[in-house]
Nanobody, 124 residues
């Protein structure tokens, strides 16, 4: 079983920055991809970014390209999402998710393991 714990959410003014962390734990690790998703009130959960631990391939949603950066620390099985130039429309609960394999993807249905989420609020 995989456990994911997010941290780093909070409140920030538009234009500000936040850094989210996702720590993964498991009895064993194979190649995996960790992704960040977000869900705003009344909206579908959407993929934000993901990274493969085997070759560090990344993907970003168009809405965050150039503002968000995803990184991974393989030794700690931790993934970070640096969010800069935040906008009010970035307000959401952010979830990290893990899937076994090597192919980056922002398809929600490919991820079997999910964290509890962390709230990010950006005020205008």
């Amino acid at each position: 079983e995989v456990r994911l714990v997010e941290s780093g959410g909070g409140w920030v003014q538009a234009g500000g920055s936040l850094r989210l962390s996702c720590a993964a734990s498991s009895s064993t690790f194979d190649d995996y991809v960790i992704a960040w998703f977000r869900q705003a009130p009344g909206k579908e959960r959407e993929g934000v970014s993901c990274i493969s631990d085997s070759d560090y391939r990344v993907e970003y949603a168009d809405s965050v390209k150039g503002r968000f950066t995803i990184t991974i620390d393989n030794t700690r099985h931790a993934v970070y999402l640096q969010m800069n130039a935040l906008k009010p429309e970035d307000t959401a609960v952010y979830y990290c998710a893990l899937k076994w394999g090597t192919k980056p993807s922002l398809r929600r249905d490919e991820y079997a393991f999910w964290g509890q989420g962390t709230q990010v609020t950006v005020s205008s």
